[in-house]
């Protein structure tokens, strides 16, 4: 499985971007997908997470009700809807999933098998 990251980009405080991360192989749709972000200098730190359905999600305490994770199996993408953005969330995001079959969610990286890339965010006050 191969992960690729895009979307990123700069924008000002407060401001919004959408993440999207394109799945290659079969199994994006068996699979629980989570974003995972990491600043300079500190550890890779989990966001969200989304079972194989889309219907189950999972938020870290520092964007809960600012940012939304959700999935289109139908294309083998996921994405990441940030919104009233803060200079805290400047990092290096990442994709990553692993094979579930049932509604399982992951909040630690090590729960994951494969990474994608990742795409810097960076947001100005």
């Known amino acids: 499985v191969q992960l690729q990251a895009s979307g990123g980009g700069l924008v000002q405080a407060g401001g919004s971007l959408r993440l999207s991360c394109v799945a290659s192989?079969?199994?994006?749709?068996?699979?629980?997908l989570g974003w995972f972000r990491q600043a300079p200098g500190k550890e890779r730190d989990f966001v969200a997470t989304?079972?194989?359905?889309?219907?189950?999600?999972y938020y870290a305490d520092s964007v809960k009700g600012r940012f939304t994770i959700s999935r289109d199996n139908a294309k083998n993408t996921a994405y990441l809807q940030m919104n009233s953005l803060k200079p805290e969330d400047t990092a290096v995001y990442y994709c990553?999933?692993?094979?579930?079959?049932?509604?399982?969610?992951?909040?630690?990286?090590?729960?994951?098998?494969?990474w994608g890339q990742g795409t810097l965010v960076t947001v100005s006050s």
């Open positions: 989304v079972d194989w359905s889309g219907v189950s999600t």
């Open positions: 990553t999933t692993r094979p579930s079959s049932d509604s399982d969610l992951y909040s630690r990286a090590r729960n994951y098998y494969y």
């Open positions: 192989g079969r199994t994006f749709s068996s699979s629980t």
